[in-house]
């Protein structure tokens, strides 16, 4: 890639900020605020989940970029069902045990033997300075001390479940709009337990499930379509709850800063970035048949000694040969996109090449990826929910393995509040 336009790759993407239409997923409001993860026991997580009362913990870190020693605190906020409003009729003292209003992050260690000067923070939720009290969303906004009264550089979506149903379901290829071809379809069942408290289920109970993480293409607080005897309540031939299938994960590797990884064609230095250039992708036309991580990302480098803090930062060259999509915006995506389909994952057409190119400054490690497509139209659409499509880019495969995961919330006649009463996770 010629040096022009690597260089103004480079201030594009330092000096965007990035904002995103959905409030249900994690955002970095910041320039210098990068990788921004939420892990349970290890695994990355878009909208993690803990259990009320119990141990479970979700892992938040993130990087900023200098060592310069900054100050970060977070705030909690309980959120309605939807993540659109924060719950007006709770005191923070009725959803939160804490001491503090501004909950500091302690835990930060700058980066060692990298190019690029980074300072790791990290911490848990919940944790001894901040505990829920009630199920439900939480938001968790994360600040800069140097400027505590302005806006907040990042904010990290999660979930409290208290089990009040026992939630199942399972993924079918026999869909009501085609038959092993291009969808799978949903279905769920819930029992109630016995610290249900009393109520019509069909008013009580809504439904969302993501398909692999994804917050784009989730089906939103649909209620039961049937409530049966001993209250159990189906979600069942339902055309909200099918999905495209799309296609198995493609995935690159740079562990070594010295020596391209895996489907990096060469890796070269130019001042001040290393710079990754991955072999060019294809417009899938078959199913591919091999095992995926459903758009995880995994830091890590070659000594795996300190992978927060001794893994480097590069600028990752995608391109994917494809002829111009007509009306139509290319994006890179999986979990680790923080904010989903927002400007800085959006591809440009390159005619001299014939393929949409983008350059990311990621974190060494291992990636899965896919190309999503969103159709001019839904721009114009104000205050539309963009929904990224598999088609045109990946193809769409009943074949493919997706995972469900299934959020259970209710709102029940003595509530202020929306409770998340069940959670399943299902796959094929």
């Not at 906020?77 to 302690?106: C, M, V």
């Amino acid at each position: 890639m010629p040096m022009v336009r690597i260089s103004i790759l480079i201030i594009s993407l330092l000096t965007f900020f990035f904002v995103s239409a959905r409030s249900a997923s994690h955002r970095i409001l910041r320039e210098d605020i990068r990788t921004l993860r939420t892990d349970v026991g290890g695994q990355l997580e878009t909208l993690p989940i803990v259990r009320l009362g119990s141990t479970d913990v979700v892992e938040i870190s993130f990087d900023q970029l200098s060592h310069d020693g900054k100050m970060f605190f977070y705030r909690v906020e309980h959120w309605d069902r939807a993540f659109d409003h924060p719950t007006s009729g709770l005191f923070t003292g009725e959803f939160l045990e804490t001491n503090y209003e501004e909950i500091p992050i302690e835990n930060y260690r700058e980066s060692r033997n990298t190019s690029v000067l980074y300072t790791h923070y990290a911490f848990q939720f919940p944790n001894a300075d901040a505990r829920p009290l009630v199920s439900g969303n939480y938001k968790l906004k994360i600040y800069d001390r140097a400027n505590a009264d302005g806006d907040p550089v990042a904010e990290v979506c999660l979930c409290v479940v208290e089990p009040m149903l026992s939630v199942s379901g399972r993924v079918l290829t026999n869909t009501e709009v085609d038959w092993n071809a291009r969808n799978q379809q949903v279905e769920l069942q819930a029992q109630a337990l016995s610290n249900l408290p009393t109520a019509d289920l069909r008013l009580t109970l809504q439904a969302t499930v993501r398909q692999n993480g994804r917050s784009d293409n989730q089906c939103e607080l649909l209620p039961p379509t049937a409530v049966l005897p001993g209250r159990i309540a189906r979600w069942e031939h339902t055309q909200k709850l099918i999905f495209s299938a799309g296609n198995v994960y493609r995935s690159f590797e740079q562990l070594n800063m010295r020596v391209a990884g895996s489907r990096v064609e060469n890796l070269n230095w130019h001042s001040p970035y290393y710079h990754a250039t991955l072999f060019p992708d294809e417009v899938r036309r078959n199913f591919i048949l091999r095992e995926d991580r459903n758009g995880t990302a995994v830091i890590r480098n070659t000594d795996n000694r300190d992978n927060a803090t001794e893994s480097d930062y590069l600028f990752v060259h995608f391109a994917l040969e494809s002829e111009e999509l007509p009306d139509a915006e290319v994006y890179v995506s999986g979990r680790w996109t923080t904010g989903g389909l927002v400007p800085e994952y959006r591809m440009t057409y390159q005619p001299e090449r014939q393929a949409y190119e983008t350059a990311l400054l990621l974190k060494q490690g291992y990636y899965n990826y896919l190309y999503l497509t969103v159709p001019a139209q839904q721009k114009k659409q104000k205050g539309f929910r963009r929904i990224g499509l598999t088609a045109p880019t990946e193809g769409d495969f009943y074949e493919t393995r997706n995972t469900y995961t299934a959020y259970i919330y209710g709102t029940f006649p003595a509530d202020r509040y929306d409770r998340l009463v069940g959670v399943t996770t299902i796959g094929r």
